[in-house]
């Protein structure tokens, strides 16, 4: 369950051009109806109402008329999301791949957090960055 509301919050970086809505579940045993008819319970997560927050993509400052080539990968910031918040998300969802490799994190102030995504800029890759043919491509594929 939630901890007690302290006040904190945190600024969270997403290194995902869409962003994405963080949900916190807590787990019921419910009863289950088997194929013989038989019920038995099992432990089912269900979300929490009201226990959501919205994380903005990098892709949300850009013009949607622009092609996707001229929207370049770089961190989002959302600050004031609530820390008791963010700690029990974080609980639910520690192995994410996208937590073990740095595309969203939180940080207790903004500056901070833009510090930390300067340090991961160059290191830090979602694989929806734009292909830049000059980089991406093989020599082979550059002269087609």
């Known amino acids: ?7 904190e919050t945190v600024t969270v970086a997403c290194k ?14 419910v009863p289950v109806q ?10 089912m997560s269900r979300p929490i109402q009201g226990k959501s927050h919205q994380i903005r993509g990098y892709a949300e400052k850009y013009d949607p008329a622009f092609p996707p080539p001229m ?21 639910q969802n520690t192995d994410l791949d996208m937590i073990e490799n740095n595309l969203l994190f939180a940080m207790p ?29 093989p020599k082979a594929m550059q002269a087609a």
């Not at 995902?16 to 045993?29: A, D, S, T």
């Not at 102030?109 to 491509?137: C, N």
């Open 71 to 91: 929207k370049t990968s770089s961190f989002a910031f959302t600050d004031g999301v609530p820390k008791d918040f963010w700690d029990a998300w974080l609980k």
């Open 109 to 137: 102030t903004p500056e901070a957090a833009r510090r930390r995504a300067a340090e991961l800029e160059g290191e830090t890759r979602s694989g929806f960055e734009p292909i830049v043919p000059s980089k991406d491509l």
């Open 16 to 29: 995902l051009p869409h962003g994405l809505v963080l949900r916190i579940f807590e787990k019921r045993n």
């Open 1 to 7: 369950m939630m901890a007690e509301k302290t006040g």
């Open 34 to 43: 088997g194929p013989n008819g038989e019920v038995r319970v099992e432990p």
